[in-house]
């Protein structure tokens, strides 16, 4: 199995950037596809960014299309979620999450994983 731990969530204003990280301990990382997902106040969580277990595929979210990029380090057992131009319909907790398989999936149910989540706050 595998531990995820996601850090740099923080408060940043309208049209500013941050970058979200996830570190994995445990098994072997490149064993995983691996997803960012958010849940905002009152709304049930959703699939953000997705990544294969190589980094080879990428998906997005209509939402954050041409703003965020994720990318991983498998040598360095991490996940990065990089947001720019942030809107405040981003502001969620945002989670990390772990699935032992090389498709990614929109589906929380198909991710074996879960980091504790880190809090993006963007003020407009």
């Known amino acids: 199995q595998v531990q995820l731990v996601e850090s740099g969530g923080g408060l940043v204003q309208a049209g500013g950037s941050l970058s979200v990280s996830c570190k994995a301990s445990g098994r072997a990382l490149s064993d995983y596809a691996m997803a960012w997902f958010r849940q905002a106040p009152g709304k049930e969580r959703e699939f953000v960014a997705g990544?294969?277990?190589?980094?080879?595929?990428?998906d997005y979210t209509d939402s954050v299309k041409g703003r965020f990029t994720i990318s991983r380090d498998n040598d360095k057992n991490m996940v990065y979620l990089q947001m720019n131009s942030l809107k405040s319909e981003d502001t969620a907790l945002y989670y990390c999450?772990?699935?032992?398989?090389?498709?990614?999936?929109?589906?929380?149910?198909?991710?074996?994983?879960w980091g504790q989540g880190t809090l993006v706050t963007v003020s407009s």
């Open positions: 990544i294969s277990r190589f980094g080879g595929v990428t």
């Open positions: 999450a772990a699935k032992i398989s090389r498709a990614i999936d929109y589906r929380t149910s198909t991710y074996n994983y």
